[in-house]
Each structure stands twice: as C-alpha cells, then as structure tokens.
C-alpha cells in the first residue's frame, strides 16, 4: 500500500498537480467530530473529499480493490481536534 500510496504522489509531481497548502479533513468517529489539518497532496493522495479530483486514483480506492479498510485518517489521534460537540 505504501508504494501504491507513492506512486500517487509521483504522478501528481509529474503532472505539476501536487499542492502542499495546509488544509482540513474533518470526520466522525463515534458521535464526535474531529478536524486534522495537514497537506493538501497527503489528503488528496489518501482520497479525503473534498480534496480529490475527477478522474485522481487514490490510496483508498486501491484498499477498496484489495479487500482492506478504507483509511478515515491521515494524522494520529493525539493530532486530531474534537470540532464537536
């Protein structure tokens, strides 16, 4: 999965796409919702909406063709911030 998840950033180098501004992914687990901020092409690359554009091919889609877990998170948890409630 780590080379595939490479491969992804090669193309978006290749391609002259990558963008490494600081963005926000947030997301549920459980009732809470947390916000991890971090690199645009790492979120992209994972496959966090809104981050992903028409036709990218993503970490998360090729869990998905290998039967894994998608990946809700890019951060570890002691980088997540509680939004709510």
């Given at each position: 999965?780590?080379?595939?998840?490479?491969?992804?950033?090669?193309?978006?180098?290749?391609?002259?796409t990558?963008n490494?501004?600081?963005?926000?992914?947030?997301?549920?687990?459980?009732n809470?919702?947390?916000?991890?901020?971090?690199?645009?092409?790492?979120?992209?690359?994972?496959?966090?909406?809104?981050?992903?554009g028409?036709?990218?091919?993503?970490?998360?889609?090729?869990r998905?063709?290998?039967?894994?877990?998608?990946?809700a998170?890019?951060?570890?948890?002691?980088?997540?911030?509680?939004?709510?409630?």
């Open positions: 999965m780590v080379l595939g998840h490479e491969l992804i950033h090669a193309e978006h180098f290749t391609k002259g990558a490494f501004a600081l963005v926000d992914h947030d997301f549920v687990e459980g809470i919702a947390y916000r991890e901020t971090w690199r645009q092409e790492e979120l992209r690359t994972t496959g966090f909406a809104p981050h992903v028409r036709g990218d091919v993503t970490e998360n889609q090729l998905r063709e290998l039967k894994q877990r998608p990946r998170t890019y951060l570890p948890r002691q980088a997540w911030q509680q939004i709510w409630p």
